[in-house]
């Protein structure tokens, strides 16, 4: 008879005594290896461990797309719009106008401070156990300023 025990940094791991073994996140850094350990009647109990597997690396995820949505102009709210990303992920974002960042929120309004200038959205897409990425929309055309109505004139007298 063959028994295994599944070990972390050689250390047993609990409950982990198949003949496969699914890393969970909390392996993430750590080498994996398995003990195998024979048994029978009339001989000796004989164990061997396998050489280390490398490091256990985060997984890869989705690379979805951002894009913004809305009019750029002075007064408006520029909006985030996500797609193609793994479920459970967490998303921060970061609203670049020119070079500086204004917003880390899902929607940016957009101020006269911001006139001539491209924004573009940058989000961190992070989920437990997967590669943290880093997705960036297109840039916008330039920010317009509100154009002020004119007064009418004043009929002369």
């Known amino acids: 008879a063959v028994t295994y025990q599944w070990l972390r ?16 996140v909390a ?14 009647v009339g001989f000796s109990e004989g164990s061997v461990t396998s050489a280390s597997t490398a490091v256990v690396a985060a997984a890869p995820q989705a690379r979805g797309k951002v894009r913004i949505t809305g009019e750029p102009k002075v007064g408006r709210t520029l909006k985030a719009r996500l797609s193609g990303f793994d479920a459970g992920t967490t998303v921060s974002y970061r609203w670049l106008v ?10 940016l309004k957009l101020t006269g401070k911001m ?25 916008t055309d330039k920010v317009k300023a509100v154009k002020k109505p004119k007064k009418p004139k004043k009929p002369k007298k």
Do not use: F, M, N
């Not at 750590?30 to 195998?36: D, G, N, Q």
């Not at 001539?116 to 989000?123: E, I, P, S, T, Y």
């Open 9 to 24: 940094s050689g250390t047993p791991i609990a409950g982990a005594t198949g003949t496969s073994y699914v890393v969970p």
């Open 27 to 40: 392996d993430l850094g750590a080498p994996i290896s398995v003990r195998a350990t024979g048994t029978k």
């Open 98 to 107: 020119g070079d500086k960042v204004r917003g880390t929120k899902s929607s």
């Open 115 to 139: 006139v001539g200038k491209r924004v573009v959205l940058r989000v961190v897409v992070t989920r437990p156990g997967h590669q943290t990425i880093t997705v960036a929309s297109k840039a």
